[in-house]
């Protein structure tokens, strides 16, 4: 059974950081591309970052660049996502995701084969 739990959310001020973890098991986590999403209310679910396979490589949506960034630890088997500099917009549910292979638009939801429960991330002003 794949498994995909979330942790580090919570509440933080405009400006501050936050590190999301995503534990993965039921999975050969190194041969997954690992990303992650995010949902406002009333916004369909967004797609955050992801991480490659082999070489690691990231890609960002262009509102968290220089803010945001993705990592995997595949001896533990978690993708981080470490948030910095934190606004009012980054608000959201944060979702962890996984696929294997990779085919298609990583920004598209439904790319994407697995999902976590999601974790609460709230920024105030």
């Known amino acids: 059974q794949v498994q995909l739990v979330e942790r580090g959310g919570g509440l933080v001020q405009a400006g501050g950081s936050l590190r999301l973890s995503c534990a993965a098991s039921?999975?050969?986590?190194?041969?997954?591309?690992m990303g992650w999403f995010r949902q406002a209310p009333g916004v369909e679910r967004e797609f955050v970052a992801a991480?490659?396979?082999?070489?690691?490589?990231?890609d960002y949506r262009d509102s968290v660049k220089g803010r945001f960034t993705i990592s995997r630890d595949n001896a533990k088997n978690t993708v981080y996502l470490q948030m910095n500099s934190l606004k009012s917009d980054d608000t959201a549910v944060y979702y962890c995701?996984?696929?294997?292979?990779?085919?298609?638009?990583?920004?598209?939801?439904?790319?994407?084969?697995?999902w976590g429960q999601g974790t609460q991330v709230t920024v105030s002003s």
């Open positions: 991480i490659g396979v082999s070489d690691g490589a990231t």
């Open positions: 995701a996984a696929v294997r292979p990779l085919r298609g638009d990583a920004g598209r939801a439904d790319t994407w084969t697995y």
């Open positions: 039921g999975i050969a986590f190194s041969t997954y591309t």
